[in-house]
């Protein structure tokens, strides 16, 4: 990974244990990953009762089943109370609602409210801050709400949405702002609105934002994309098959590389006494920090 993601965002106290990261790698688990630095989080239509639990397994870092643009109005009740039940059967998922303006968010929310096996909702075309807290709200006050962020009005707000009560990540859905504002979807036209969702969750004390989904099947199309997504700040990214999931969490992931060298200059730094020497020690303990805590959350090992 060329980019550096670590310049922003929650900071490590270094209390890791440095020796953990240079155990073993073992690839045959996949780790749970905090939804704070979850990397991929796979969209699944909530018509497909029959794939929850395969995807529920998958390497995606977080799984949000779908019952807003998946599923055909005449189908999100039946898909509403399917993911309810499934939850409450055992499962354990994030949910894509309906966004606030439409006639199916406050029956969304009512059906899904005291479910303890729901992670977290993902609110479609947020575009206020009322209708984060809103949300959160008639969920109870305790489960976290990702803010899709979709068209001009809600990239205006973003800042204002990222302080919002409830509001736990920010969440690009390209898709929609690009029908919305009719730009394109190279990277230079969307640089803007992923520059803005950055600023807006490091304004709001907010872990860095989730990319919008590459749409097809080529991998190397999907890794160049989650190239930019890290450029631009961003921690995270949607996908739409489990298939992306490994790519996606690679890409985003530090390096063995930059991990060896994290470990070196915590070392070395630790060695001294904590001593800064010049200007550059106090950014790069923080980048070592960040890259440290992301390499044992995601076990990720120096070479």
């Known amino acids: 990974m060329s980019a550096d993601p670590y310049g922003s965002g929650p900071e490590s106290d270094g209390s890791e244990d440095v020796r953990t990261l240079v155990a073993p790698r073992a690839n045959t688990l996949h780790r749970p990953v905090d939804p704070s630095i979850a990397r991929s989080w796979l969209l699944v239509p909530?018509?497909?009762?029959?794939?929850f639990d395969e995807m529920a397994a998958s390497r995606a870092d977080a799984v949000v089943l779908d019952i807003e643009d998946a599923v055909d109005p005449s189908n999100k009740p039946k898909a509403r109370q399917d993911v309810a039940d499934w939850l409450r059967g055992g499962g354990r998922a994030?949910?894509?609602?309906n966004d606030v303006s439409s006639p199916f968010w406050a029956d969304d929310l009512a059906v899904l409210a005291g479910i303890p096996n729901l992670l977290g909702i993902m609110l479609a075309?947020?575009?206020?801050?009322?209708?984060?807290?809103?949300?959160?709200?008639?969920?109870?006050?305790?489960?976290?709400v990702v803010a899709l962020i979709e068209s001009a009005v809600g990239m205006e707000d973003a800042a204002h949405i990222a302080k919002a009560r409830g509001?736990?990540?920010?969440?690009?859905?390209?898709?929609?702002?690009?029908?919305?504002t009719g730009m394109s979807a190279d990277a230079e036209a969307m640089a803007y609105p992923r520059a803005r969702l950055v600023i807006a969750s490091r304004v709001g004390g907010l872990p860095g934002p989730i990319d919008g989904p590459t749409v097809g099947n080529s991998m190397p199309t999907l890794r160049e994309h989650s190239a930019i997504t890290v450029s631009m700040g961003m921690t995270g990214k949607l996908c739409l098959a489990a298939e992306q999931a490994p790519v996606i969490n690679e890409v985003i992931s530090p390096t063995p590389s930059e991990?060896?060298?994290?470990?070196?200059f915590l070392a070395d730094f630790e060695s001294r006494g904590r001593v800064v020497r010049d200007g550059s020690d106090l950014p790069r303990l923080g980048r070592a920090q960040k890259i440290e805590k992301l390499a044992v959350?995601?076990?990720?090992?120096?070479?």
């Open 167 to 180: 509001a736990f990540r920010l969440a690009f859905g390209s898709g929609d702002f690009r029908r919305d």
């Open 46 to 51: 909530g018509t497909r009762v029959d794939q």
């Open 94 to 97: 994030w949910v894509r609602v």
């Open 259 to 264: 991990v060896a060298w994290a470990l070196d």
């Open 297 to 303: 959350a995601f076990g990720v090992h120096p070479n």
């Open 125 to 144: 075309k947020t575009e206020t801050p009322d209708q984060v807290t809103s949300s959160f709200d008639r969920l109870g006050g305790n489960v976290p």
